[in-house]
């Protein structure tokens, strides 16, 4: 009960550009009792008010945003407030998105697939003075630390449709990210797989096991 009383005085600032994710921590929140939400679609949204001298207790975000990246938003942010209390919501599982957001010192890390009461988890161990990691991004951490060269499940859908033969922009459209967030992807599998071009890369990822000559995951 005292957790939820400390929550319900706290003013909330939710980034997030699909409607769905931002009516859905919103109803989580007003069920504890939070009553001071603001939403953003754009990162511009939220910016605009921090220049007029607004600031929020928990700022929860997206990191990929229509109007821009979600680790400019972060570094935005943290150049007004420095102390600011930032929680990322997120669908990334790769190792170097979330090597990226324990660099910024972000204050929790959550997924969006994951219940609802992560982000009031998140929030009293932030309100306690900790960080908070859901369990399932220790695991990405964990498992990296013990093969930092596998592919992520995501890279594994990313190597598929190249397989393919489809393009950077194919694939971005087909998994619903940007077209840098493929690059990204791409280049982490060069690295990890020891290719020097694409087909290079397939030929690899075929003798390594991680798809099968037809181009489909094993």
Not at 83 to 101: G, M, N, P, Q, Y
Not at 146 to 168: C, F, I, W, Y
Request: glycine share 6%.
């Amino acid at each position: 009960m005292a957790n939820e009383s400390r929550l319900s005085q706290m003013n909330i600032a939710i980034v997030d550009d699909h409607d769905l994710i931002r009516e859905g921590l919103h109803a989580v929140l007003a069920i504890r009792g939070v009553n001071s939400v603001e939403k953003f679609s754009t990162a511009t949204d939220l910016v605009s008010r921090l220049d007029k001298g607004e600031c929020f207790d928990f700022y929860v975000i997206d990191l990929e945003l229509p109007d821009m990246d979600g680790f400019v938003l972060i570094e935005n942010i943290r150049a007004r407030y420095s102390e600011a209390r930032i929680i990322v919501s997120t669908v990334h599982d790769e190792i170097w998105t979330l090597r990226k957001l324990l660099a910024r010192d972000v204050n929790a890390i959550i997924y969006k697939s994951g219940s609802g009461n992560e982000i009031i988890a998140a929030m009293n161990e932030i309100l306690d003075g900790n960080k908070y990691y859901c369990e399932a991004v220790h695991r990405v951490i964990d498992t990296a630390a013990d093969s930092s060269s596998h592919p992520t499940s995501r890279e594994l859908e990313v190597l598929n449709q190249m397989a393919q033969g489809k393009t950077s922009r194919e694939i971005a459209a087909a998994l619903f990210v940007s077209d840098n967030t493929i690059e990204a992807h791409r280049k982490a599998l060069f690295h990890k797989l020891g290719a020097i071009n694409a087909v290079d890369l397939i030929v690899k990822a075929v003798e390594k096991g991680y798809i099968k000559k037809n181009g489909s995951i094993r």
